[in-house]
């Protein structure tokens, strides 16, 4: 286990903050503690919930369920937050449902 320093954007005003994180923490994790930070919303009717991508990375999106370490997350990254949406009934990205019952974000 090791300390990374993060950068993560806001996808929605283009804030960044920066956080050092264990390099163990899953993606999960990290959004949770973003919605619970009020860095991101709540996921609601129509937000379904996030993804994660490194920046420069060509939009690769990071398993949720997988550890910083595992997706080779870097000392000084900045992640991503990309909402996922739905429109017309279906969503962009097929999210774990697991993540709301884990963290009883519904």
């Known amino acids: 286990m090791a ?3 993060i950068n993560f ?3 929605t005003d283009g804030r960044e903050i920066n956080v050092t994180v264990e390099d163990s923490i ?3 994790e990290v959004i949770a503690e973003l919605i619970a930070n009020d860095f991101i919303p709540v996921p609601s009717e129509t937000l379904y919930g996030y ?3 490194i920046k420069g990375s060509g939009d690769v999106c ?3 369920n997988k ?11 900045t992640i991503r937050v990309m909402p996922a ?3 017309a009934g279906s969503n962009l990205y097929e999210l774990n449902s697991n993540i709301y019952k884990q963290f009883n974000i519904f």
Request: aromatic share 14%.
């Open 9 to 11: 954007l806001n996808p």
């Open 26 to 28: 899953t993606g999960q």
């Open 3 to 5: 300390n990374i320093s």
């Open 51 to 53: 993804k994660l991508s």
């Open 62 to 64: 990071l398993e949720n």
């Open 85 to 87: 949406f739905f429109y």
């Open 67 to 77: 550890t910083f370490a595992d997706e080779g997350v870097k000392d000084n990254d």
